[in-house]
């Protein structure tokens, strides 16, 4: 079978094209509605059955083998991020204040890679692929629901995710059992005082000093007031206030984001964050409104799945490009699809110093070492082979 695999070399360049082509025309969450039709073209010049408009912008690929056997589901999104592109190259982004900041056309392209694989070799399968393409990773309540509730998972047994990641060096596998990616709730907040003039604070209830009080107040929470060896992340990533350099805000606007691994935690830190709030406002006067949104649930990989990527990656890469991931604390919506079925979710490195990539995810120079598509794409149609091959 390696030896089969290694065969889908011949398409690297073709993965190449194509995730230029769509990083060139990337879309916003919910907005995917050309790159759906784009992937969905493709899938069909590969012989691949698909129904299109799934769960919005969503395309479900499925390929029959001919021959008896359980459905294995591999997952790539498709949407991109309101960052402006200043990378500079032949293939940066053509729309204005968008481009794709965290892979998903290079998780597009290896898909399509590994799709057009085994649709020239299905007979090496027992039983069926389906491929699902997945709008709206990037927002909150995310695609992934709609596309379940509109039949993505009916009949599957298994499924896998690849995540294309720049901090790991191209080539590498990394994945482990249980938990591997946190979840990622949201807090948006407002602190109301009032406002007046900025010499005459006595006559005032100065939001933004409550704000800062409140900031810091919110970072003592995972120091002092969770376990140091469990996990958990309290960041304020916007404070938003005043008018005037002599003007004290009457209001100040605060969000961010809480990261957790344990469903107990969570919850913990949600209940001590609405506490630490009532007493800082309390403290100094003010009145406060809160919305505190529960967003996607830690992905858990089960086991046995994970145990099978890391054995297949070795098989394929060899030990010392395969290892078992640190926990990693930004979120996925791939969470709901391990709900449901077995499987597994997997980081595939996609960093290269020497090329120059080394911009974060989210960061508007964000780029892959290219190679990585391959990568991902071999591991993917392997895996697949071997779960419709191999033991449950």
Not at 121 to 132: A, D, T
Not at 214 to 231: A, F, G, Y
Not at 289 to 313: F, M, Q, S, T
Request: proline share 5%; aromatic share 8%.
């Amino acid at each position: 079978m390696k030896g089969g695999i290694e065969k889908l070399k011949a398409l690297h360049p073709e993965m190449v094209q194509w995730r230029r082509y769509l990083h060139r025309h990337p879309e916003l969450s919910y907005q995917e509605q050309r790159t759906a039709a784009w992937v969905a073209d493709k899938l069909e010049e590969f012989g691949i059955r698909v129904r299109r408009n799934a769960g919005g912008h969503g395309v479900i690929g499925d390929l029959d083998s001919g021959s008896p056997g359980p459905r294995v589901a591999l997952r790539a999104d498709m949407d991109a991020l309101p960052i402006q592109d200043e990378k500079g190259c032949e293939y940066s982004s053509s729309i204005p204040g968008v481009m794709h900041a965290c892979g998903h056309d290079g998780h597009m392209a290896a898909l399509l890679g590994a799709a057009k694989w085994l649709s020239a070799n299905r007979e090496v399968l027992k039983g069926s692929v389906r491929f699902i393409f997945q709008p709206a990773e990037e927002i909150s309540p995310g695609g992934a629901l709609p596309m379940i509730e509109a039949g993505a998972l009916e009949g599957v047994d298994t499924i896998y995710g690849v995540h294309l990641w720049t901090p790991f060096p191209a080539g590498t596998v990394y994945t482990r059992g249980g938990a591997l990616m946190a979840a990622a709730d949201e807090f948006v907040l407002e602190i109301i005082g009032k406002g007046g003039h900025g010499g005459l604070p006595h006559e005032t209830v100065d939001s933004i000093m409550v704000g800062s009080h409140l900031v810091v107040n919110l970072q003592s929470i995972v120091s002092r007031n969770v376990n140091p060896v469990e996990p958990g992340v309290i960041s304020v990533g916007m404070f938003h206030a005043g008018t005037g350099f002599n003007v004290i805000a009457d209001r100040t606007s605060i969000s961010g984001t809480v990261r957790t691994f344990d469903p107990e935690l969570r919850i913990q830190l949600q209940d001590r964050i609405g506490k630490v709030l009532a007493d800082t406002c309390s403290m100094f006067g003010a009145e406060y409104d809160l919305d505190y949104k529960l967003g996607y649930p830690p992905v858990r990989n089960h086991d046995g799945e994970a145990d099978r990527v890391l054995r297949v990656g070795r098989e394929l890469f060899g030990a010392d490009r395969v290892a078992e991931s640190p926990l990693i604390m930004a979120g996925e919506d791939f969470a709901y699809y391990l709900e449901k079925v077995s499987g597994a979710f997997i980081f595939v490195g996609a960093g290269n110093p020497d090329q120059g990539i080394t911009a974060p995810h989210h960061h508007p120079k964000f780029d892959l070492d290219e190679s990585a598509l391959l990568t991902s794409a071999q591991l993917l149609a392997s895996l697949a082979v071997d779960r419709l091959n191999g033991s449950n």
